[in-house]
Nanobody, 123 residues
Framework: QVQLRESGGGLVQTGGSLELSCVVS????????MGWFRQAPGKEREFVAAITWNGEITYYTEAVKGRFTVSRDNALNTVYLRMSSLEPEDTAVYYC????????????????WGQGTRVTVSS
């Protein structure tokens, strides 16, 4: 069973940057598309970004395009989310997961999640 461990969250001021990491164990990482999701207080979890198994293609939700960059290192079984120009609206718990594309949407392959990492952006 795949296990996911996110890290790198914290408190940052508006306009600041953070890089999140997610280490994946228990599966064949280099065959998975990976995604990042976030859940803000009182809201549903939402898709943020995805990257194909070889890192060649990336996808972003409109709200983060141009500010966030997803990348991966298959040798380290790790996927990253570099976040810059952070806004208070980016405040959320961020999660990674193995993803599949269904139509135009990215969804978790299995609804099993890690503990997430909390990002708080102060205004």
């Amino acid at each position: 069973q795949v296990q996911l461990r996110e890290s790198g969250g914290g408190l940052v001021q508006t306009g600041g940057s953070l890089e999140l990491s997610c280490v994946v164990s228990g599966g064949t990482f280099d065959s998975y598309a990976m995604g990042w999701f976030r859940q803000a207080p009182g809201k549903e979890r939402e898709f943020v970004a995805a990257i194909t198994w070889n890192g060649e293609i990336t996808y972003y939700t409109e709200a983060v395009k141009g500010r966030f960059t997803v990348s991966r290192d298959n040798a380290l079984n790790t996927v990253y989310l570099r976040m810059s120009s952070l806004e208070p609206e980016d405040t959320a718990v961020y999660y990674c997961n193995v993803v599949v594309r269904r139509g135009s949407n990215w969804s978790p392959y299995v609804e099993v999640w890690g503990q997430g990492t909390r990002v708080t952006v102060s205004s």
